[in-house]
């Protein structure tokens, strides 16, 4: 009944555990959720002024397909004073979210057959969308044992005739991990000789805790800036997830075909959206420092709360909100077999809702995201601990 495509690509495992997590709390559970991808920060007062006011004057009409020009200048402010780097109109493009970013990235680059690297753990959409485009993910696996880098040479090693592109997101999700300028370099030396594209995921680039270089842009735009793309978000850096804005970044002949895909798909982002966000870019960005520095917080408590158990292997995140635990060690100790039966049976007897390695090529680890309030990570991590310490007795007095 369905087109050949739906049987390459599976649903968001994220979104998943969202719709269970939300179903089990309509039936008024009191569900503790590590799940969401989602700041739980409100979207700054000054940004929802600007949608409000769109509203009032009536700016509520469609836009050109690729977003207003105020919006596309406020994007190139920003990335002029953020990176040092110079876009023009013609090289943004704002699609809803960085989801369709990609989306439209992968459908107007790839070709059937083509290879795409990637690094995992991986965000779920990323080789999904890969799949969708008739092309063909390549992983290349990273290692919590060195804090999930990702090394050039594997990356390199990974290239073949094939290859069209490397797909990079740092900060990364699920690990937090970012990736550094020089690697980035070494990669993009070796891509710009052969025409490989390189596609930065920045999605979570307002979400760096510590001052380390990540300035990808200019890596990228001084070695190979005709065969870059970024693709960007307010949902993350903003608390913006349900405006649904995002850009691209890109030369102008790529940015053009975008343009025209979405011309036929869903044309402009709510104008009322594009307001938001051109405010929230161009305002101060002092909310963004707020939200980073209580998400430093959580993640340091959160680290504190988990060494108690050093069953849980955690890798410090250097960015995004998750914290992703190797929990092998656990499964061993409690006889459960996976990381997937282990979210599924912390969920439906601890009431702790998260997401399983095995959703981003990694299983044997759990994702816990700590973009909730402090006392429900305490909740939470309780729970965990004390379901994990339960479990452990039960599995040696049946031994
Ligand atoms: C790594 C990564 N990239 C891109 C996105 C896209 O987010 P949005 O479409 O809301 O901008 C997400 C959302 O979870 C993400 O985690």
Request: with cysteine; proline share 5%.
């Amino acid at each position: 009944m369905l087109a050949e495509r739906m049987t390459r690509v599976s649903a968001s495992p994220t979104m998943k555990v969202a719709a269970e997590a939300e179903k089990l709390k309509r039936q008024g559970i009191d569900v503790v959720d590590f799940g969401a991808g989602e700041p739980d920060f409100p979207t700054p007062q000054p940004a929802k002024d600007a949608g409000k006011a769109a509203i009032d004057q009536n700016f509520t009409k469609y836009t050109a397909v690729g977003g207003t020009a105020d919006l596309k200048q406020a994007i190139c402010a920003r990335y002029l004073a953020d990176y040092g780097v110079t876009f023009t109109e013609a090289e943004t493009l704002v699609t809803a979210g960085g989801k369709q970013a990609l989306y439209n990235i992968a459908m107007v680059l790839l070709n059937r057959g083509d290879e795409v690297i990637t690094h995992a753990p991986y965000w779920p959409t990323i080789p999904e969308q890969v799949k969708l485009a008739d092309a063909n993910p390549v992983i290349v696996h990273t290692k919590a044992e060195d804090g999930f880098k990702v090394h050039p040479e594997t990356i390199l090693d990974a290239i073949t005739p094939r290859t069209k592109a490397v797909i990079i997101n740092s900060p990364g999700n699920p690990t937090g991990a970012v990736i550094s300028e020089q690697d980035l370099a070494a990669i993009a030396d070796a891509c710009a000789k052969r025409g490989i594209w390189v596609i930065v995921d920045l999605c979570y680039e307002k979400l760096i805790y510590d001052d380390v270089p990540h300035n990808l842009v200019k890596v990228l735009t001084d070695r190979m800036r005709e065969r870059t793309l970024f693709a960007c978000s307010a949902s993350k850096a903003y608390s913006m997830t349900g405006w649904r804005c995002g850009w691209i970044l890109g030369p102008k002949e790529v940015v053009s075909a975008a343009n025209t895909l979405q011309g036929h798909s869903t044309s402009n982002v709510a104008s009322i959206s594009q307001r938001a966000a051109a405010q929230a870019l161009t305002g101060s960005q002092e909310p963004v420092t707020q939200m980073l520095n209580e998400y430093r917080g959580r993640r340091d408590q959160l680290m504190e709360w988990f060494s108690v158990d050093p069953r849980f292997e955690c890798v410090k995140p250097a960015g995004a909100f998750y914290l992703f635990p190797r929990i092998t060690k656990v499964l061993e100790s409690t006889g459960i077999s996976s990381s997937a039966e282990l979210s599924e049976v912390l969920l439906n007897e601890a009431r702790v809702a998260l997401t399983a390695g095995e959703g981003f090529d990694a299983p044997g680890f759990l994702r816990i995201s700590y973009a909730t309030s402090l006392d429900r990570l305490r909740e939470g991590t309780t729970r965990i601990l004390e379901f994990v310490k339960k479990r452990e007795r039960q599995g040696a007095a049946a031994r």
